[in-house]
């Protein structure tokens, strides 16, 4: 079971309210849970849905536990976590979560070991990293959480900021808006297409290196499969050991780090801010910056 305290905030709202427009759970799920004994409001199995709420109380949600990924024991590094969701920290290599029901070895498989002991809790990938890129991913625990999160990534309210060491000297900023659809000529790949979807990269530059390499922060506006390594390419500056799109071969990997994950949290009412600096392997040749 999974117990909420009522915040102040929610005070006045009714229970349809607070699922259908503050955890934004869909019509067939809040069914399922008015029908369900096990929900209840301050201890009441039959609350009245349409009451006003007052702050503290408490709901219980039933939650049955679902296999969203297999258990496998893996390493896993945990940024923040809550009763509501966990965000990792992705080693670069390590797929975000398995592509069919069978699949191992991923950051959802291991997730799923760390919370095998929590009757309620799986995890639920709310976004994901291309397998080659380091950094935060940000995991729902159960569908509840899901449903909210996936609202909020849809409605553009979680803000992921990268770095990325690229190819040489950038504008010191640029805002990069180009629609990006599938290359038909190789299906794992994308391109910058006039009838794909709009695609919106600020990028700021942080240090020019002498080895004619910079280092990048980019913001995600939209997030398009590919689209940081698609807008890079586009404007001359391919990442560091991007292979799929024309990177320079200084590095072992895409030399790319989901930075900083910032997002409104519905359950607790806060915008929370988590960061993750890159790994040791985020890394060419050892060089001091520009001066200029």
């Excluded at 913001?219 to 890079?232: A, F």
């Amino acid at each position: 079971m999974l117990k909420i305290t009522v915040l102040p905030e929610w005070r006045n709202q009714t229970l349809t309210e607070l699922f259908r427009d503050t955890f934004h759970l869909g019509k067939k799920a809040r069914h399922e849970l008015r029908m369900s004994p096990e929900f209840t409001l301050d201890g009441s199995d039959k609350p009245n849905w349409e009451g006003k709420l007052s702050a503290g109380q408490i709901l219980t949600v039933p939650l049955q536990k679902e296999n969203a990924a297999k258990i496998e024991s893996g390493p896993l590094e945990v940024s923040y976590e809550d009763d509501f969701i966990l965000v990792l920290n992705k080693p670069a290599g390590v797929k975000t979560h398995p592509n069919s029901p069978n699949e191992t070895g991923t950051l959802a498989n291991f997730a799923a070991a760390y919370l095998k002991h929590d009757p309620t809790s799986s995890p639920f990938a709310v976004h994901r990293l291309d397998q080659e890129t380091s950094g935060l991913v940000l995991f729902a625990k159960n569908p509840l959480s899901l449903a909210a999160f996936s609202w909020q990534l849809e409605a553009r309210n979680i803000h992921r900021t990268y770095l990325a060491l690229v190819s040489g000297k950038t504008p010191e900023t640029l805002t990069i808006q180009e629609p990006i659809g599938t290359d038909r000529h190789h299906p794992n790949k994308m391109r910058i297409s006039a009838s794909g979807k709009n695609a919106i990269t600020h990028l700021e530059r942080l240090e020019t290196y002498p080895n004619d390499t910079s280092l990048v922060r980019l913001k995600l506006e939209t997030g398009r499969t590919h689209q940081i390594r698609v807008h890079l390419k586009s404007i001359g500056h391919p990442i560091i050991g991007d292979h799929l799109y024309g990177g320079a071969k200084l590095a072992k990997r895409t030399l790319l780090h989901a930075e900083e994950l910032e997002f409104f949290h519905p359950f607790l009412n806060q915008t929370l801010v988590v960061k993750k600096e890159p790994p040791s392997d985020f890394t060419i040749k050892k060089e001091p910056p520009n001066e200029a």
